[in-house]
């Protein structure tokens, strides 16, 4: 791990901050830095400016300096021959120092001609790379056959459970507007009777109204008329006996054969017709209270017989 880390600090030191690249024909600016000849040439022409700055630190100069830098370009020459060997040595037995050129099929790993005669590989199959490469990649194909199949059988699922959930969604969206349709309408049927039958509440009321204004109406004149016959015959009665007695016939008959408005009661006509708007409102809410009985009942026991999903996803 040390020695990876190492490299890789040694390729981070030996590249261009211009281009990301190993250094080529490496030279060294007024700051110190090190850039490719061509980076830094390059960059200082898009510039444009009368100062030469730096890349990394922005320090800039009046004057152009592109000094060459042969030790830098010398190790940036080899690091790339070292990095080779590096993925040689990875290829190469760590007990042998031998290239790994053969397959052990029963261990399944890489190992060198020394491994093949030792007593630990003695009686292994042994097959050369390119043998053991080649039977391998055969397997693999034969697995990744079957892999397709099986991704296939679960794209062919997938289209299919697809299809059917967007039938449901449809079935849903269907059903859920005829609910919503059925407790509209029984809302509106429910409105309907409600103002049918307030307005015959309201009816009677206004007869009832009506009916005790004229009776006290005709009251109210028949005690008038009462009144003003007992202030006249008291009246009579005060006077001597001549002229009292004066018409008495006449006023006898009169007394008897008064005649008044007819203020018979007729509240039991209205008395009737109370009692049955008062059985409609019983039949109403008796009505109303079944439902209110039934249809939560109904609605938990088909809930019941319902698959366990629909009850898990309230």
Not at 16 to 23: A, K
Not at 237 to 257: M, N
Not at 258 to 286: A, C, P, Y
């Amino acid at each position: 791990m040390a020695l990876d880390e190492a490299a890789a600090k040694l390729q981070e030191e030996l590249s261009c901050s211009i281009c990301l690249e190993c250094f080529k024909d490496p030279v060294s600016i007024h700051c110190g830095h090190n850039f490719c000849r061509a980076c830094i040439t390059t960059y200082w022409m898009i510039g444009k400016k009368k100062m030469f700055s730096c890349p990394r630190c922005q320090k800039s100069s009046r004057k152009k300096t592109l000094m060459p830098n042969f030790e830098l370009k010398n190790i940036a020459e080899i690091a790339p021959k070292l990095q080779g060997a590096k993925e040689a040595g990875d290829m190469t037995c760590k007990r042998h120092q031998e290239p790994l050129k053969l397959f052990c099929k029963d261990d399944l790993t890489l190992i060198c001609v020394v491994c093949d005669k030792s007593k630990e590989h003695q009686d292994h199959v042994v097959l050369p790379l390119e043998e053991a490469a080649q039977d391998y990649q055969k397997q693999i194909q034969d697995q990744l056959k079957h892999l397709r199949k099986d991704k296939d059988l679960l794209l062919a699922f997938t289209a299919m459970g697809a299809a059917k959930n967007q039938e449901s969604l449809k079935k849903i969206k269907l059903e859920m507007q005829i609910a919503e349709s059925i407790f509209e309408q029984a809302h509106e049927f429910l409105k309907e009777q409600k103002e049918f039958l307030l307005t015959q509440w309201e009816s009677l009321k206004i007869i009832a109204e009506k009916q005790q204004q004229e009776h006290t109406s005709k009251l109210s004149e028949n005690i008038s008329c009462l009144d003003s016959l007992i202030t006249e015959e008291e009246r009579r009665c005060q006077l001597p006996a001549t002229e009292f007695l004066q018409d008495i016939k006449s006023t006898l008959v009169r007394l008897k054969k008064r005649k008044f408005q007819d203020v018979r009661d007729t509240s039991s006509e209205l008395e009737e017709i109370l009692n049955s708007l008062i059985r409609k409102n019983v039949v109403v809410k008796e009505i109303l209270q079944k439902i209110k009985d039934t249809l939560p009942s109904e609605m938990e026991k088909h809930q019941q017989e319902s698959p366990a999903a629909l009850q898990t996803a309230k």
